[in-house]
């Protein structure tokens, strides 16, 4: 049998951090096979494998603080979100699935030179292409599946104020002059 125990000093949480050389590269943690594993890349958010299902045993799934909901998709393809009302009710609405997950086909040609940062953010975004880009739509969605706002961007940099919005998680999608997704990232938007 092949073990690793992780013991902490005293006094110390113990952790592991694996993280990857740079932020085009992703940190994964696999049982069994590669099929089967949790994952994640600077900057997103964490995603889970399996080959079966995903199976929770002798406990339960907490989860604090959860404003958004918890999204499942139906056998007919559509997602609903379900959130918890202070009464312990669970009620469900439909939401749009690309703006939840990031399934949706990417072109890899611009994803690779297209930079979005600070995530988190506060005042300003910022937005730079290695090379010069043309007619570039940038669109912000809620996690209701809600355009909040739409930018067009020209040339190698742009920025989009953020003055105006609320602190929460967003959904930035990126497509080009034909209208073919090109980037999509989550961020987190902290207005101080």
Partial sequence: MAKLHIKADDNEDASLLLEADNSDYVA?????NTNTRIEAQSGESMHFYSENNYVFAEGDIFLE???SGIVMKSPDGQCWRGQVDNSGS?????VDCSTITAMAPISEPLRSTIKIFPNPASNILHFHSDTSLKDIAIEIFNLKGQAI????????ET????GNFLSGNYVIKIFDANHKLVEQQKIIIVQR
Avoid at 28 to 32: A, E, T
Avoid at 90 to 94: E, G, V
Wanted: aromatic share 12%; proline share 4%.
């Fill in 28 to 32: 994964s943690l696999s049982f069994n």
């Fill in 65 to 67: 603080d959860i404003n």
């Fill in 90 to 94: 669970l009620q469900f609405s439909p």
């Fill in 149 to 156: 706002l739409t930018h067009t961007w020209s040339g190698r």
């Fill in 159 to 162: 920025d989009i104020n953020l």
